[in-house]
């Protein structure tokens, strides 16, 4: 390792650009992943012997800005990650596969309001919320922190019920949800500020959050779409992604599991001699023991041993190329428009969707409603209702009759 200097000799970075020739393909990336980084990194090497300087990450920032405008996007970042790849080599800093150096910040406020809110992120985190909540919170906030820097405001202290008001007005959603969403947190992060002493302790009311609730049909996938999903399950599958598809699909499907919560599942969650499946739903955080069907079991089995990478993570879905790290929910997405497109179907509304044709089926077959909310992890029926519009017979039973009721002539 080489001690932190201003200034690294080129030999030394040259050394740097072979450690990490040896750990990319230690990660096991493709050669062309590679090559694609390691030409960044001796891109700069050779612009460093043509002007006869050493390595510093402030000239290499420099040089990266000014190459910026010559290369596609695709070639900044890989020239970008490679550098700044190499000098965490340089400085002895430990580093991981999905190690990227770039500014992510989607909202830049100034930093005398700036630093309230991340002392309130702080504050937030000791309660272990996911880092999906924390970006949701972080992004709410930052709307309204932009909103009264528009304003002119940089002083936390001059906030008013009018600008909270007005900031209400000028904020665009799509929907009254998202609008909801969005001012409950601005409205904890006003109350957090009135704890501290910095804003009217009633400041936060000047924010509404209540919305009518919505509620509608539930959207269930046809019959033409079921019967492509059951004839991609019930035959054999020659590629590793077909594969990989038949597994979530048949996880969405036959078991009504949420896709964030199929990308999560490990290993030790499969049970394979009581044939369930115990995890905990990403949403809740509830514990759940769903039992899986021979179909589920011989799509999880067919997935595992014959198309999922060799990789000791404790994942089961795993990406196909290197570094092999857990998916994203869109997989699923993704797994089921390919079987909508194959069979020339219109695609679905969401992958979402096959949790709802799941409630939907089994309450078609008499299926208590207590053993579905048990299935699908809820706390209670009453989320259920919402599934009696998709059914019919029960429908027909809501009708009443006119027996009794009286009419003279006329149209009733």
Not at 69 to 76: I, S
Not at 210 to 223: C, L
């Amino acid at each position: 390792m080489v001690a932190p200097l201003e200034t690294i000799p080129i030999e030394i970075y040259e050394q740097g650009i072979a450690r990490l020739d040896d750990y990319l393909t230690g990660c096991s990336y493709s050669q062309n992943r590679k090559n694609s980084l390691i030409h960044g990194a001796t891109e700069f090497q050779l612009f460093l012997y043509c002007n006869g300087l050493c390595f510093s990450i402030e000239i290499a920032d420099a040089w990266l800005e000014f190459r910026h405008p010559f290369w596609t996007r695709q070639e900044f970042y890989s020239s970008h990650r490679a550098v700044h790849l190499v000098h965490e080599f340089l400085m002895g800093k430990q580093i991981t596969p999905s190690f990227l150096h770039r500014d992510r910040r989607k909202y830049h406020i100034h930093e005398n309001l700036e630093r309230y809110l991340l002392d309130y992120i702080d504050d937030r985190k000791h309660e272990c919320l996911k880092p999906s909540s924390i970006s949701m919170i972080h992004s709410s906030c930052c709307r309204f922190l932009r909103f009264t820097e528009s304003l002119g405001i940089r002083d936390i202290s001059r906030l008013t019920p009018r600008i909270v008001k007005d900031f209400n007005l000028q904020d665009p959603h799509s929907t009254i949800e998202g609008k909801q969403a969005y001012n409950s947190r601005i409205r904890d992060f006003l109350y957090y500020l009135a704890t501290k002493n910095l804003v009217p302790m009633s400041l936060y009311l000047a924010l509404p959050t209540m919305a009518a609730r919505k509620e509608g049909i539930v959207t269930v996938m046809t019959s033409e779409q079921q019967a492509a999903i059951e004839s991609q399950l019930s035959s054999s599958q020659t590629t590793n992604l077909a594969k990989r598809d038949n597994a979530v699909v048949a996880l969405g499907c036959e078991l009504g599991i949420r896709g964030i919560d199929i990308v999560a599942l490990q290993f030790s969650h499969i049970d394979w001699e009581m044939e369930v499946l115990r995890f905990r739903q990403s949403k809740t955080g509830v514990w759940i023991t769903v039992p899986f069907t021979t179909k589920v079991g011989n799509a999880l089995y067919t997935y595992i041993t014959e198309a999922r990478p060799e990789s000791a993570s404790p994942y089961i879905f795993l990406s196909s190329k290197a570094p092999h790290r857990n998916m994203g929910s869109s997989i699923c997405r993704d797994g089921i428009d390919r079987i909508m497109k194959k069979s020339k179907l219109p695609p679905v509304t969401g992958f979402h969707i096959t949790r709802k044709t799941f409630a939907s089926r089994i309450l078609m077959a008499g299926t208590p409603f207590s053993t579905i909310s048990d299935l699908l992890g809820h706390s209670d029926n009453t989320t259920l209702k919402v599934y009696l519009a998709s059914h019919e017979p029960e429908i027909r039973q809501c009708a009443m009759a006119l027996k009794g009721i009286e009419y003279r002539g006329g149209l009733l």
